[in-house]
C-alpha cells in the first residue's frame, strides 16, 4: 500500500495543520537545517489569530521571519542558542536565552521543565520507507527529543531531505502529516585567511592516526579538514557532520576503523553543507544521524578512543579559562555542544581537547588572551576542563599545569605586540613571580 493512502486520514495542509495551535500554546521547531518551512510560514501567517504562543528554536539558517517586531504579543521566544539571525531580537529583549545547561542535557530539559515541555513539535522528516519509518534528514539533534516530549507533533515529509540512518521517527505517531518539497538550506564555505591556515597547521599537527574527531563548522574546520590528508583511519564522532569530512571519506583517511563504538560509522547530530553533501550522505550506511543526547554525552564521547574535539572561541584568560559566549558583558552566542565534547575528550584515553582562537581582534588592536574577563564576561569551559589552547603562534598545552606555567605558555601564544603587558598583568596577579 502506497503510504500516502496508508496515512491519508492524518495528512493535510500546513495552513489546516497549524491552525489547531492556540492561543497560549508552546510550540517547538526542529532545529537549524531540518527547521520546517511550511510549517513556519503557515504558523506566520496566523499570527493576529494568536496571542502569547511560546516559540521554543534554536539557531535557524531560514528567514527567522518569526522574530520581527510587529509579532510582539503574538509570539514570545524562548532561544536555545543566539546566533546572527536573533542576535537583535535577544538585545532588544523579544527573546529568552536559556543559557542554563549543556546541549546533551536540552532533552532532559524538554521533559522535567514544565516552562518548556512543548504542546507541539513542528518536525521535517523524509517520506516513509516500507515499514513507515522516516529519517530525520540532516537534523536529527534536538529535533527527535523535541518530537520524543512534545503532546502533538506537525510533520513535513519533504522529499528532498536525505535519508540518514540511525534513529528515525515512526509516521505513524505524527498527529498532522503535511507533504511539501521546501529546498534545503545549504551552508557555505569560507576561505582560511593567512592566520586561520596557520591555526589549522598547528591543530592538525595534533590530531594523530586512528584519532576520533570533532569539527565545527566555518573557514577554521574546514582548513583543518584539509590539513588531515595525510593521516591514517580516523573516524568521526561530532556534533555536525561537515562537507569537509565527506571529502576525507572520499580521500580514505576517514575509515572509522579503529572507533571504539559505533565502529565504521560517522556519527552526528546534524549535516551541514552544500545539496553535494546531502545527497551523497542519503542512504549512505557510512553516515548515521543520532539524537543530541546520545551525540553529544560526554560519557558517551569519551568510550571512543583518541577522542579529539577541535573548537572555536571568543578570548581566553591567563587562568586558561575559555569564554566562548560573550561580547563586552552580553551575550553573543551560545555555548552548543563545546563544553560537552571537551568533558568527552578528557576523559577518552588518548583524547585531546583543543580550543583555537585568533590571537587578536579589530585589526589586531585587542588581544584575545586576556589578563582576565571583563565583568559580564562569562566562562564557558573552566580551567579545570582545558587541555590545548592554539592560536595562530603555535600551542599552549595547559593539562596538569602549574598556574605560572598557564602563564607563561598562554603569553607565549600571545600576539608579540601584547606579551610585555601580559607579563606584568601576570605578575600583578601573582600568577608569576615578581622576580625570578
Not at 531580537?89 to 518548556?116: C, I, Q
Not at 557532520?241 to 572509522?256: D, F, S, Y
Not at 539524537?291 to 578570548?315: F, R
Request: proline share 6%; aromatic share 8%.
Amino acid at each position: 500500500m502506497d503510504w500516502h493512502e496508508k496515512y491519508k486520514d492524518k495528512m493535510t495542509t500546513a495552513a489546516e495543520a497549524v491552525s489547531h495551535i492556540k492561543s497560549g500554546d508552546k510550540v517547538i521547531f526542529a532545529d537549524w537545517i531540518g527547521e520546517p518551512p511550511a510549517l513556519v510560514q503557515a504558523l506566520v501567517d496566523r499570527y493576529q489569530e494568536l496571542e502569547h504562543v511560546e516559540i521554543i528554536h534554536g539557531m535557524s539558517p531560514g528567514p527567522n521571519a518569526y522574530l520581527d517586531e510587529k509579532y510582539t504579543g503574538h509570539f514570545h521566544h524562548t532561544s536555545l542558542f543566539i546566533g546572527p539571525k536573533s542576535r537583535a531580537a535577544y538585545h532588544e529583549g523579544r527573546v529568552d536565552y536559556l543559557g542554563g545547561t549543556t546541549f546533551s542535557r536540552w532533552p532532559d530539559m524538554f521533559e522535567k521543565n514544565p516552562d518548556l515541555n512543548p504542546h507541539w513539535a513542528m518536525i521535517q522528516v523524509t517520506p516513509p520507507d516500507e515499514n513507515g519509518m522516516c529519517s530525520y534528514g540532516n537534523t536529527c539533534c534536538f529535533t527527535e527529543p523535541a518530537a520524543r516530549t512534545a503532546k502533538n507533533i506537525i510533520v513535513q515529509i519533504n522529499a528532498n531531505m536525505p535519508f540518514v540512518g540511525g534513529k528515525l521517527f515512526e509516521l505513524n505517531r505524527a498527529d498532522y502529516i503535511v507533504e511539501e518539497n521546501s529546498p534545503l538550506y545549504p551552508i557555505g564555505r569560507a576561505e582560511p585567511n593567512e592566520k586561520i591556515q596557520k591555526i589549522a597547521d598547528y591543530c592538525a599537527g595534533l590530531v594523530e592516526d586512528g584519532a576520533t574527531i570533532q569539527l565545527g563548522i566555518g573557514a577554521l574546520p574546514d582548513a583543518i579538514a584539509r590539513n588531515l590528508m595525510d593521516k591514517k583511519d580516523l573516524g568521526v564522532h561530532s556534533e555536525t557532520l561537515t562537507e569537509a569530512m565527506m571529502e576525507l571519506v572520499q580521500a580514505g583517511v576517514i575509515t572509522n576503523k579503529r572507533k571504539t563504538i559505533n565502529p565504521g560509522i560517522c556519527v552526528g547530530a546534524q549535516a551541514a553543507g552544500s545539496e553535494a553533501f546531502y545527497r551523497f550522505i542519503d542512504h549512505n550506511p557510512m553516515f548515521q544521524m543520532q539524537p543530541v543526547d546520545y551525540v553529544n554525552d560526554p560519557y558517551v564521547i569519551g568510550q571512543n578512543y583518541k577522542q579529539t574535539s577541535i573548537n572555536a572561541c571568543l578570548e581566553v584568560d591567563l587562568q586558561g579559562q575559555v569564554n566562548s559566549e560573550t561580547v563586552n558583558g552580553r551575550q553573543y552566542s551560545g555555548i552548543g555542544g563545546q563544553l560537552d565534547h571537551v568533558r568527552g575528550a578528557r576523559i577518552s584515553e588518548g583524547g585531546k581537547s583543543i580550543i583555537a582562537l585568533n590571537s587578536t581582534a579589530k585589526n589586531d588592536t585587542v588581544s584575545r588572551i586576556v589578563p582576565y574577563f571583563q565583568p559580564g564576561n562569562v566562562t564557558t569551559i573552566s580551567r579545570y576542563d582545558v587541555d590545548y589552547i592554539v592560536t595562530e603562534y603555535g600551542v599552549a598545552q595547559l593539562r596538569y599545569k602549574t598556574v605560572r606555567q598557564r602563564a607563561e605558555a598562554l603569553i607565549a601564544v600571545a600576539h608579540p605586540k601584547f606579551r610585555e603587558e601580559l607579563t606584568d598583568k601576570a605578575k600583578e596577579m601573582g600568577l608569576i613571580p615578581m622576580k625570578g
